[in-house]
């Protein structure tokens, strides 16, 4: 009897710790997505109250239509692109900033403190400093430097990975960071005896025990590459033309700005599925990693 009334309070007490969240996971997550798929398989412009059932007409149109490749190109030049500056860079900053070097916890800060502030603010930062700022400078010293990135479909990519990779790294850095800080040092000892140089002990310690790191800053910065949204809303307006145009500002122009609620969701759920899909083949992939090292 007693031991039935201790199971019973676990049980309420397991409860009522995982049903505010259970409720706020299953409002804000899964019945939008389910919303999504209703009105995906229908023409609904968001105005009506008609929903006319088209079936699977507009995921067929989704791998029809040229905006949608095009806006995917984009956005997979810059998760390519952002993944493999943000953790070099992310690295090299962390082992960098890991050693003795003076001032080393202002550097920490100076670098860090950027992801703090809003994407929004971040693209309205970086607009004006390449539209007016760095034209300002080219003056003042005499030079005769392009500055003006966001102007350029050409040109208009660096920028925005300058801009994204100048909020980011800092943050990606203290995961590397954290994960550098774990290492045993009877490791590097170890290679000390065996007359390993410093960049041995690097490739040979250092790199295998960072894999876990490695797992979570690589899916981490791939996926929030691909949901790249609100630099471009604040910098580029995903211009010029359709020149940094992503798949995200392509959905909200397509269902919000051209009331094609229906295309939009069908658009929305083949995104979550593909986040999903590359999310999972990381995972998987990073995860053998580990285990063989």
């Known amino acids: 009897m007693r031991k039935s009334t201790l ?8 409860v009522s710790l995982v049903l505010p969240g259970f409720i706020i996971f299953t409002i804000g997550l899964i019945i939008p997505i389910i919303l999504a798929f209703f ?3 229908t023409s609904w412009n968001g105005m009506t109250a008609e929903k006319p059932f088209v079936g699977m007409e507009n995921y067929v149109k989704f791998f029809k239509d040229p905006y949608v490749r095009d806006a995917w190109v984009f956005t997979l030049k810059f998760t390519i692109y952002n993944t493999i500056i943000q953790n070099v860079f992310a690295l090299l900053f962390a082992v960098a900033l890991d050693s003795s070097i003076r001032l080393k916890k202002i550097y920490r800060t100076v670098i860090f403190m950027p992801c703090l502030i809003s994407a929004l603010v971040v693209g309205f930062i970086w607009l004006r400093m390449y539209s007016n700022i760095l034209p300002a400078l080219n003056k003042l010293l005499g030079t005769n430097i392009n500055f003006l990135l966001f102007g350029d479909g050409k040109t208009v990519l660096t920028g925005l990975l300058i801009a994204n990779n100048w909020q980011w790294i800092g943050y990606w850095m203290l995961i590397y960071l954290a994960a550098l800080q774990s290492i045993p040092s009877e490791l590097y000892e170890s290679a000390s005896i065996d007359g390993a140089s410093p960049f041995r002990k ?3 310690v250092t790199v295998p025990m960072l894999a876990p790191a490695f797992t979570i800053c690589i899916v981490g910065i791939t996926t929030g590459s691909l949901k790249v949204y609100e630099l471009m809303v604040s910098s580029t307006g995903g211009g010029p033309g359709r020149a940094s145009t992503s798949i995200i500002y392509h959905i909200y122009n397509t269902a919000i700005s051209g009331r094609q609620y229906g295309y939009g ?22 995860k053998k990693r580990e285990v063989q090292l």
Not at 7 to 14: E, G, M, P, S, V
Not at 266 to 283: C, G, H, R, Y
Request: no cysteine.
């Open 7 to 14: 199971n019973r309070k676990a049980l309420i007490q397991y």
């Open 265 to 286: 969701s069908a658009m929305s759920i083949m995104l979550v599925l593909i986040l999903l899909l590359v999310a999972m083949i990381q995972v998987v992939f990073l």
């Open 39 to 41: 009105y995906s398989l």
């Open 202 to 204: 690097f490739i040979n």
